[in-house]
């Protein structure tokens, strides 16, 4: 019996004339994905991938690859039978003899898209479902409450039997390239790898940057950045990372800022650097991991005098959400036990004692005017590694 996998997507078909172009980049995206991994075979109806992979020993991977590419909202595998309806009876038992186990309950759901089949939908059902449940004699046809439903698609290209409880999740969300292009700020923390991979469910193509302050921070501490790069980019196939040296910046803040100002300031720069690198490489927005009252520096106050050094969007997609929250996506993206590992960050190596959590404006650009704020910015981007980031496993 043949097996194919079935991919199914959501919302790219209510984006009306759009519809056509993101069904492309999806594809292309499930391309790319699958290049270097098996040979298949894709065809698309109505909403849904049909994947044929001709290496058997191959699905499991494919699966799991799927299961990463955003646009697709669930993957199972289905048996392929002859466009017949009694090759369709004869492949639904036996592809499905290990689900209809004694005292299930079950209901078969058809849809035929070929109209040149000659049974109606109800009709299959009808059909299918008899035939399921003679050969079963202790299940029970159930339509309002089964514990198994029992699909059949019936295709122009062939016709298709799966159970639907089999069905795993994707990722959901839109297709990597149907957005434009951002910049993640990149820390080693946990916020900033689960904010870049929500921006990148909604279909944006993600960049990163990091700030780095040898020998402050340690190699081990770049490394691991670069770990969380490659953890993001199973997701969105590569990450461009920017590593920009930091130390001078940071010691010159602490030498002529007062000790209350440092973080904002530093966050400052940040921003401002993080700008230029974005603009020189086509990205539009900023994307950050902040999270409204999380620490001193991510008051509303805070981030008003941290962003108002930029002029593009801040996209802050944890802003409103809780440590506990933004922990079960860490883990869910795999992203967790690397964000956890306890090498310094850049900020906490420079924390002051006692933060600012009310500042204005004037006071941080007044403690700023001690610096030479574009002759340091230069001097960063002067020295800004360039790494691709390819997927972890
Ligand atoms: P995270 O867990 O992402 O490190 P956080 O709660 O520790 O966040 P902050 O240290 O205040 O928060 O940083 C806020 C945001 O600034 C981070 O989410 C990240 O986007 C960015 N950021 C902080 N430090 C760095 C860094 N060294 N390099 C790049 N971006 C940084
Ligand atoms: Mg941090």
Same mark, same amino acid.
């Given at each position: 019996?043949?097996?194919?996998?079935?991919?199914?997507?959501?919302?790219?078909?209510?984006?009306?004339?759009?519809?056509?172009?993101?069904?492309?980049?999806?594809?292309?995206?499930?391309?790319?994905?699958?290049?270097?991994?098996?040979?298949?075979?894709?065809?698309?109806?109505?909403?849904?991938?049909?994947?044929?992979?001709?290496? &058997?020993?191959?699905?499991?991977?494919?699966?799991?690859?799927? +299961?990463?590419?955003?646009?697709?909202?669930?993957?199972?595998?289905?048996?392929?039978?002859?466009?017949?309806?009694?090759?369709?009876?004869?492949?639904?038992?036996?592809?499905?003899?290990?689900?209809?186990?004694?005292?299930?309950?079950?209901?078969?759901?058809?849809?035929? +898209?070929?109209?040149?089949?000659?049974?109606?939908?109800?009709?299959?059902?009808?059909?299918?479902?008899?035939?399921?449940?003679?050969?079963?004699?202790?299940?029970?046809?159930?339509?309002?409450?089964?514990?198994?439903?029992?699909?059949?698609?019936?295709?122009?290209?062939?016709?298709?039997?799966?159970?639907?409880?089999?069905?795993?999740?994707?990722?959901?969300?839109?297709?990597?390239?149907?957005?434009?292009?951002?910049?993640?700020?990149?820390?080693?923390?946990?916020?900033?790898?689960?904010?870049?991979?929500?921006?990148?469910?909604?279909?944006?193509?993600?960049?990163?940057?990091?700030?780095?302050?040898?020998?402050?921070?340690? &190699?081990?501490?770049?490394?691991?950045?670069?770990?969380?790069?490659?953890?993001?980019?199973?997701?969105? +196939?590569?990450?461009?990372?920017?590593?920009?040296?930091?130390?001078?910046?940071?010691?010159?803040?602490?030498?002529?800022?007062?000790? &209350?100002?440092?973080?904002?300031?530093?966050?400052?720069?940040?921003?401002?650097?993080?700008?230029?690198?974005?603009?020189?490489?086509?990205?539009?927005?900023?994307?950050?991991?902040?999270?409204?009252?999380?620490?001193?520096?991510?008051?509303?106050?805070?981030?008003?005098?941290?962003?108002?050094?930029?002029?593009?969007?801040?996209?802050?997609?944890?802003?409103?959400?809780?440590?506990?929250?933004?922990?079960?996506?860490?883990?869910?993206?795999?992203?967790?036990?690397?964000?956890?590992?306890?090498?310094?960050?850049?900020?906490?190596?420079?924390?002051?004692?006692?933060?600012?959590?009310?500042?204005?404006?004037?006071?941080?650009?007044?403690?700023?005017?001690?610096?030479?704020?574009?002759?340091?910015?230069?001097?960063?981007?002067?020295?800004? &590694?360039?790494?691709?980031?390819?997927?972890?496993?």
């Amino acid at each position: 019996m043949k097996e194919i996998i079935l991919a199914k997507y959501g919302e790219i078909i209510l984006k009306g004339g759009n519809r056509g172009k993101f069904e492309n980049v999806l594809l292309n995206n499930i391309r790319n994905s699958l290049k270097n991994v098996a040979e298949f075979k894709m065809r698309l109806a109505q909403a849904a991938i049909y994947i044929d992979v001709f290496d &058997e020993s191959k699905k499991d991977i494919v699966v799991e690859r799927l +299961s990463k590419i955003f646009g697709i909202v669930s993957i199972t595998r289905a048996a392929a039978a002859e466009k017949d309806i009694e090759d369709i009876k004869r492949v639904a038992v036996e592809y499905l003899k290990d689900d209809l186990t004694a005292g299930t309950k079950f209901k078969v759901e058809a849809r035929r +898209s070929d109209k040149g089949f000659p049974l109606k939908s109800p009709d299959i059902c009808t059909e299918v479902g008899g035939y399921i449940d003679d050969c079963f004699p202790d299940i029970t046809v159930d339509v309002h409450n089964p514990d198994k439903t029992v699909r059949v698609e019936v295709r122009d290209f062939g016709a298709y039997i799966y159970c639907e409880e089999n069905k795993i999740q994707g990722q959901g969300g839109m297709p990597i390239g149907t957005g434009s292009k951002a910049l993640l700020l990149l820390s080693g923390g946990i916020d900033s790898p689960v904010a870049g991979h929500m921006m990148s469910k909604r279909g944006v193509e993600i960049e990163a940057v990091n700030f780095f302050s040898y020998p402050y921070t340690s &190699e081990r501490a770049k490394e691991k950045v670069i770990e969380l790069a490659s953890i993001l980019a199973r997701y969105t +196939s590569k990450v461009n990372l920017y590593i920009v040296p930091f130390t001078e910046i940071q010691l010159q803040i602490r030498d002529k800022c007062p000790e &209350e100002h440092l973080t904002l300031v530093m966050r400052r720069f940040m921003m401002r650097i993080a700008e230029r690198i974005a603009r020189a490489n086509k990205s539009v927005a900023l994307v950050t991991g902040e999270s409204a009252g999380q620490v001193a520096s991510q008051t509303l106050a805070a981030l008003d005098v941290t962003n108002a050094v930029v002029d593009m969007p801040v996209l802050q997609p944890l802003i409103g959400m809780d440590k506990n929250e933004i922990i079960e996506r860490s883990i869910a993206i795999g992203a967790y036990e690397t964000s956890i590992l306890p090498y310094e960050d850049c900020c906490t190596v420079f924390t002051p004692k006692h933060p600012t959590t009310n500042p204005a404006r004037a006071k941080i650009e007044k403690s700023e005017g001690q610096l030479d704020v574009e002759a340091l910015i230069e001097d960063a981007l002067a020295g800004v &590694e360039k790494i691709e980031v390819l997927p972890g496993v």
